[in-house]
């Protein structure tokens, strides 16, 4: 598992087009955009580049100065199906906690019901 993975580096803007709203199709023998979206969500990637208290943005002229780093494709795999499994797990765990949440409220309410009705 020790492995040392060269690794490649590829500026975002060779990735987007001119018009800025699509995705150039790039050789998938290099990058998965899996990996690309991956990474596009990382704290490392987003620290100093989202701004905004209500409303996060980050401008697209930053973009053009960003340099992803690109493992091979095998370790790109890995890191996908680590992330995979772990956003489904996520995405899981907050439907318990939907489920829990709204159990409680519907108990409460039929609560809140009958002590409104009692007391008349």
Known sequence: MNQCYEIKYIRLDKLVKPDKESIVPIDESILNFHYLYYYLKTREFLKNR?????????????????????????????????????????????KGYNTFIDETLEVLSIYDLNNFLSAE
């Open 50 to 94: 989202i701004f905004g208290t209500v409303i996060s943005q980050c401008v697209w002229r930053d973009y053009y100065s960003i340099i992803i780093p690109v493992p091979q494709l095998d370790e790109q795999n890995r890191i996908i199906k680590v992330m995979s499994s772990m956003e489904k797990k996520i995405e899981q765990t907050q």
